[in-house]
């Protein structure tokens, strides 16, 4: 196992233990916040996440603030309600530069759908913890 994929194990396992199970969009949080850290290289992040404020999809909240320490409590993360769309917009401080990570619609609807049959969770998370990058998310650095 290379040593990206350890952290990605390790992230995955720190996240489920606050957020209290593993699913697919705890995942494509977790995998968020690894985004931003890696952009960022050590910057001082803050964090607006766009998500449905409905389970699992805010599930990804929880992915985001277990990797980055951007929580509610420390204010360095908002959330805002959104009806479809999920992104994460990041402010790397030190770097006076927004990341903006948007999650590929197909990918929620597919599942979505996984999720309305009945798949299990646990195999959808680690699903999405080996898609590409580039299948996952569209990432923008402005």
């Known amino acids: 196992m290379s040593c990206e994929e350890e952290e990605l194990r390790t992230e995955i396992k720190d996240a489920e233990k606050l957020h209290g199970h593993l699913g697919p969009f705890l995942v494509i949080g977790v995998r968020m916040g690894i985004v931003a850290k890696k952009i960022g290289k050590g910057s ?7 998500v449905p404020l409905l389970t699992p999809f ?4 929880d992915g985001i ?5 951007c929580t509610i409590g420390n204010q360095k993360l908002k959330t805002e309600n959104s009806p479809k769309d999920m992104t994460a917009r990041f402010n790397l401080q030190d770097q006076n530069k927004i990341v903006a990570i948007r999650v590929n619609l197909l990918t929620v609807e597919e599942l ?3 999720i309305s049959e009945h798949a299990s969770m646990e195999e959808l ?3 999405v913890a080996k898609m590409p990058e580039s ?5 923008k650095t402005q």
């Open 44 to 50: 001082r992040l803050r964090a607006t996440v766009k």
């Open 58 to 61: 805010s599930c990804v909240i």
């Open 65 to 69: 603030q277990s990797t980055t320490k």
């Open 112 to 114: 979505t759908n996984k």
């Open 125 to 127: 998370a680690w699903k």
């Open 135 to 139: 299948q996952l998310f569209t990432i």
